[in-house]
């Protein structure tokens, strides 16, 4: 049991039935409890029915009893005052009395300032024989309650409980006053009776209307001494002021008092330390207070065993239940089990085993055929990644071998770099992506070097078909031709069906090497710069329209005079745009500024100077456009 | 019709405004591109130029470009396209 409810359930079933048995377990409880305390509530009700019946019963019984007697003595009253001056027609009188059933003795008391002290008594021992005797003269029954208090009062009375003096058993006695026509007092006649043979009759009265077991009868004097009590050694020696405190019962004597005062009813009060139901009231004639106690321990005792035992039956129910529940919850559960290991072999990559789905027509139903959907979807997806994954592959495959094949356009290996007695010149490019639109070129031939350097416009794979396009048109030039031819020819190749209006900006030039004499064809390009006498500046030339937009555009060529010892340095706007993180570029200003500071002439490492000087600007920021750059040296 | 361009022209944001002018060259003889806000123009950005010019001109219309910044201006003097577009 204990594992049952501190082992912490962990799939859905287990969890399920333990929520369930665990919500029936409180509804049960609750209902239990709330008809329990309903029950409990009927019950007192119904106990404070059926113990008010009885104690009108019981008061009843002991009126009657007590009536007889009084009846005995008052029957007999007119007679006794005829013959009160004989005294054996009066003892006569008295055996009569005492005769009667519950009847102890009967007695009269003369009132000595009238009729002479005299007191007669008829007393019945064991065996119903009975003995007249006269009390001696030194008995002063005129001070005793039993004949002060009529003399007084004028009335009848019960005397409290008292020990006799023969056989030390418990009697009372009533006593009422013979009075002459004019009312005055001529004696006190009476009769006791044994409180027990009272109690015994009443005994068997509250056998035969059984109450509840435990319960018990409390009959208090008109002065409050207990005449009748379970505790046999209380009678006449105790009154209930003395019990209530000593037994710490405040409540007995407010309630006692309440029904002193005329008062009956039902309290639930504390009772020698139990709580009790006590229904009371109040006999009529003689004063006395009647209780029948009735302990809720007692009460419920029947009601907890009851109780306890459908407690067994409902647990029992409820085993059953339990098992049943987690029988139909495991069966419930299990589409989802097989949904959870479906789905983690598709979270673990196995997307070929179908989802083992269920035909319950509910949201399980539906939740499995989303799961094979899921599966069929995500399954469709991964080879379509595949596939455009493989493509791309190719793509790039193919991309780098353009990138290749681009580089080799330009001068490479042992053409890098060209170097006779009067020249060397060397070139760089750095493309942004794999294939770039940035062009140098540079050739001898016929004792003539001819360069190129073009930045076209646009980048990728469109900007290097045109630069292809255009590196191959100045590799075919013959040496008789003049920039302006070539760059004529490059436009109007280029120009032709050019509806994307792709162009590319370029400097052709062709120097011939004895002389120094450079002619050049500027088409839209940056203004190439001359590095002369430790100066730096950028060489005047027409402003021709870039090469592709216009055919048979009228290009001029310049031309300028070259000293040995220049250097020329030409270069694309990928080097003036490089940006760094702060979007700043890198200007031709500073270009200028760096070219001034070289004191290499070898164009290689000139070329490598400035180049590092753009990187350290760009401090890592992405090349937006290819950086191209070409230097040529007229050597001393 | 009068459209102002702010920013830089280069190769990522030249197809937007190629766009741009597309959708907006139909039906009009005279474009005026207020460039006073251009910061830079890269070889994308004269490429949206000439094919607006091109479509203008064979449409019998014409693109001006006005309050063209010092730094745009060397960049179209450089390349000549100052001799092809209309400058005010």
Known sequence: MKTLFTKRPKTFASKLSFMLITGTLAVIFLVFGLSSLITRKGLINELIASNTARISIFSNRLEKDLKVVEYSVKNRTSSFREHIDDKDACKAIMKEIAEECNVRESFYALKPEVKGKLMVDALKDENGRIRITERPDNYKYQYHHYYLIPERLRRDYWTPPYFTTIAAQRAITYSHPVLDNEGNLLAVMGADILLESLTDSLDAIVANHAPIEGSYLIILSEDGVYISHPDREKIANETYITDARENDSPELESLVEMMREGNSGSETISLYGRKNLVTYTKLDGVGWGILLATPFDALFKRLSKTLILSLICLLLCLIVAGLLISRITWKMSRPIVRYSDASMKIASGDLDTPVDKVSTGDELQTLGESLENMRFSLKEYLHEMMESAAKRESMEKELSIAHDIQKSMLPSGECAVISSNDIEISGFQEPAKEVGGDLYQYMMKDGCLFFIIGDVSGKGVPASLVMAQTVCLFKAQKSEATPLEIVNQINNQLAEGNTQNMFVTLIVGKMELGSGKLSFCNAGHDPMMLMRNGGVESVEMAHNLPAGLFENFGYKMDELQLQRGDRLVLYTDGIAEAENPFKEFYTLARLEGRLLRCSTTVPAELIDEVIEDVRGFADGAPQSDDITMMCLYYKQ | ?88
Do not use: C
């Open chain 2, 1 to 88: 019709m009068t459209a102002i361009i702010e920013g830089r022209i280069d190769t990522l944001t030249a197809p937007a405004l190629q766009e741009e002018l597309t959708n907006s060259w139909e039906g009009v003889t005279e474009l005026v591109l207020d460039f006073g806000k251009v910061e830079y123009i890269s070889s994308a950005g004269l490429r949206v130029l000439i094919s607006a010019e091109k479509q203008m001109a064979s449409a019998g219309g014409r693109i001006v470009l006005k309050s063209v910044s010092p730094v745009v201006m060397e960049v179209l003097e450089m390349t000549g396209l100052s001799n092809v577009l209309h400058i005010e």
